[in-house]
T-cell receptor, first 112, second 113 residues
């Protein structure tokens, strides 16, 4: 029972490099989302999706792209990494509000 | 926009005692859901308890219970018989549509043996 799987768990990037954080869920959830966690700021929403082919911006979308070609996968792309993107990133999926969201184990990203 | 406020950055409790973590929120919606998530040092986000706004009865899950005051927009978490394994960051969160959560800034709970 995998739930929400995020890869990689740790990553170090140089400024200007690009990379994709992978997120996959096997619960057939329609809703998926990406958050970043910074000290003292809780989790903030980056992008979210209500189904395949549909994405929308959250609170802090700048510098990130997403796509949702399948129900299972929701990758997050950093096009040109900046030190301000150093953070812990969480992917989550949910069926509806009543159940709550299931989270991946997070990716600690450091941009130097 | 919805906001969630946790005014206690850190709390401490003696093992076996009871502690209450505070959370307030702001919304113009009448139907919504509230959650408490636990984040231990492993970083994993674990759902502790949920509350549906249209239900007046406070949710309970074993040693965890909430005090939900809809008119006051308050949603506190009570942990009874605290255990060492309860030490973690606790986040209050709000959701109205199921597709995204709004989180508070968290409360770090220490449990003293």
């Amino acid at each position: 029972n995998a739930g929400v799987t995020q890869t990689p768990k740790f990553q170090v990037l140089k400024t200007g490099q690009s990379m994709t954080l992978q997120c996959a869920q096997d619960m057939n959830h329609e809703y998926m989302s990406w958050y970043r966690q910074d000290p003292g700021m809780g989790l903030r929403l980056i992008h979210y999706s209500v189904g395949a082919g549909i994405t929308d911006q959250g609170e802090v979308p700048n510098g990130y792209n997403v796509s949702r070609s399948t129900t299972e996968d929701f990758p997050l792309r950093l096009l040109s990494a900046a030190p301000s993107q150093t953070s812990v990133y969480f992917c989550a999926s949910s069926r509806d509000s009543r159940v709550g969201a299931f989270f991946g184990q997070g990716t600690r990203l450091t941009v130097v | 926009a919805q906001t969630v406020t946790q005014s206690q950055p850190e709390m401490s409790v003696q093992e076996a005692e009871t502690v209450t973590l505070s959370c307030t929120y702001d919304t113009s919606e009448s139907d919504y859901y509230l959650f408490w998530y636990k984040q231990p040092p492993s970083r994993q986000m674990i759902l502790v308890i949920r509350q549906e706004a249209y239900k007046q009865q406070n949710a309970t899950e074993n040693r965890f219970s909430v005090n939900f005051q809809k008119a006051a927009k308050s949603f506190s978490l009570k942990i009874s018989d605290s255990q060492l394994g309860d030490a973690a960051m606790y986040f209050c969160a709000y959701d109205v549509s199921g597709d995204k959560l709004t989180f508070g800034t968290g409360t770090r709970l220490a449990v003293r043996p």
